[in-house]
Each structure stands twice: as structure tokens, then as C-alpha cells.
């Protein structure tokens, strides 16, 4: 009977580990789309990654990066309380040095004070989007990257962030969490939806845990991420839903006819 609890406590500190080693893996998802509107041979790199919360990112996956993505999209969570303010700031400054960087809030954020997280985001010059939207040029096309405040902490004002969206724009909604994705949709079809917040349940048993895992959701010209995000929220503990942050690439369809 000893051994067999011996046994069972080993088996509960092996897991322990491994959910631990696991809350800190660095894996990088590569998605693409093929977006009609454009032009043939264009590309348009974003780097997503959410939901950082007490994480250090590695200074070893900035440098993978260099040179590979356009712009940083911050899809909330960045930080919580409890957080070193020196922490975060270093994983501001360690983002900004792969591009111009933007950030929606997460439901965790305004935790540290929202003058406080302003401020060291204003430091590093990233650019909130807070139910605004902001264009981006990219050869021939025009990118139009909008986000929407927090629904937990703040209000959503969904309209006014696609107010000056066209119809002609290559159209990027961001949204902390993904229950908004439907409210987008009713007003105008983005062709990539970005999300996080849910950890893909951050503990699971095979199919079942708290929420779905994270998906990359491909539609005809559009598609829905939902990220499993870089950290995690209470325990560093992670298990069937790995930690994750992504490279999506945009491009128009080459013509083989050329």
C-alpha cells in the first residue's frame, strides 16, 4: 500500500513539472490567408500575441523574429496586478524592437492603474486602440487595423471603432475576447478576427476543459484566430493547451497566368 502512494506521489510531482515546463514554452503558430482584395504578390506580416499576463518574454524569440513581421498587435493581458512594473516594460521594449506595436486592453490590464499602463505603453510609442481604428499602407493597399476597448472593465463601443473603416480597406478587428467577433460581423466582415482571453482552457483532458482550445478558424477571404496566449492567469500551470503566439501572413494571389 506504501508503494503505491509512493507511486501516486510521484506520478502527481512528474505532472506537476511537466504542466510547469509547459506554461513556458515558446511556440510560434504560422497561419496565412489569402485575401481577394489584395494585389498580386502582396504581403502583410502581424505578430499576435495576448493574454502575457506574468510572463518574461525571451529575448531569444524577439530575435527569431527580427526582419519577419510588419507590425505587433498586443491582444490584452499584458500585464495584472502583482506584476513588476519593470517586467512589463521590458516586454513593451522587447515587442517594439520588431515594429510598431498596437494593443487593445485586456480584462487584467487596468489592474496596475490605467494612468500607470498608459503611460509606460505612451514610453514605448505603441498604439492603443481603444474603439478607434488606424490605417496602415502596404503597397497598393490600405490596412485597417480596429480595436475595441475591454467589455469587462471598459465599455465597447463598437460602432464608433469601424467608423472610419471603407469598404476598400483590408479590415483587422481585434477584440480581447472573442465574443465580440459576431457584433464585428453584423457591421461590416473583417477578413482576420484576433482574439485571446479564454488560455484554450489552460488546463485540459483531452477534449474537455473550461473553454475550447485556441483555433485558427479559415472562411473564404476571412479568418478567426482565437489564441491559447503567451501566459497564464493564477498558476504558471498549462496542460493540452499550449502556450502560443503567432505569425499571420496576408497575401494576395499570385497570378499564374503572369
Excluded at 509547459?22 to 490567408?33: C, D, E, G, M
Excluded at 502596404?138 to 490596412?143: L, R
Excluded at 457591421?187 to 485540459?204: K, T
Amino acid at each position: 500500500m506504501n508503494y503505491l502512494i509512493l507511486l501516486f506521489i510521484i506520478f502527481i510531482v512528474l505532472l506537476f513539472l511537466y504542466m510547469l515546463a509547459l506554461a513556458f514554452q515558446v511556440n510560434v503558430k504560422k497561419h496565412s490567408i489569402i485575401i481577394k482584395e489584395m494585389k498580386d504578390g502582396e504581403q502583410f506580416h502581424v505578430f499576435f500575441i495576448s493574454d502575457i499576463h506574468r510572463r518574461k518574454i525571451p529575448e531569444k524569440l524577439i530575435n527569431s523574429l527580427q526582419g519577419r513581421v510588419d507590425i505587433v498587435v498586443i491582444g490584452g493581458d499584458l500585464t495584472e496586478k502583482g506584476v513588476p512594473i519593470e517586467r512589463t516594460k521590458a516586454n513593451i521594449r522587447q515587442l517594439s524592437k520588431l515594429g510598431i506595436v498596437y494593443y487593445v486592453y485586456g480584462n487584467n490590464d487596468r489592474e496596475i492603474g490605467e494612468k500607470q499602463l498608459n503611460s509606460m505603453l505612451n514610453e514605448y510609442d505603441v498604439h492603443i486602440l481603444n474603439n478607434t481604428s488606424t490605417g496602415i499602407i502596404n503597397g497598393q493597399s490600405i490596412i485597417r487595423l480596429v480595436g475595441i476597448n475591454d467589455g469587462f472593465n471598459g465599455r465597447v463601443k463598437i460602432y464608433d471603432a469601424f467608423q472610419n473603416v471603407s469598404k476598400d480597406d483590408i479590415i483587422i478587428f481585434v477584440s480581447h475576447a472573442p465574443a465580440f467577433f459576431n457584433n464585428a460581423k453584423k457591421i461590416i466582415c473583417p477578413h482576420l478576427l484576433l482574439a485571446g482571453h479564454l488560455h484554450g482552457g489552460q488546463i485540459r483532458f483531452g477534449p474537455f476543459g473550461i473553454y475550447e482550445n485556441g483555433t485558427f478558424r479559415q472562411k473564404e477571404n476571412s479568418a478567426e484566430l482565437i489564441s491559447n496566449g503567451f501566459g497564464t492567469t493564477g498558476f504558471p500551470l498549462r496542460l493540452g493547451a499550449k502556450s502560443e503566439c503567432h505569425i499571420i501572413t496576408l497575401f494576395g494571389k499570385v497570378d499564374e497566368n503572369n
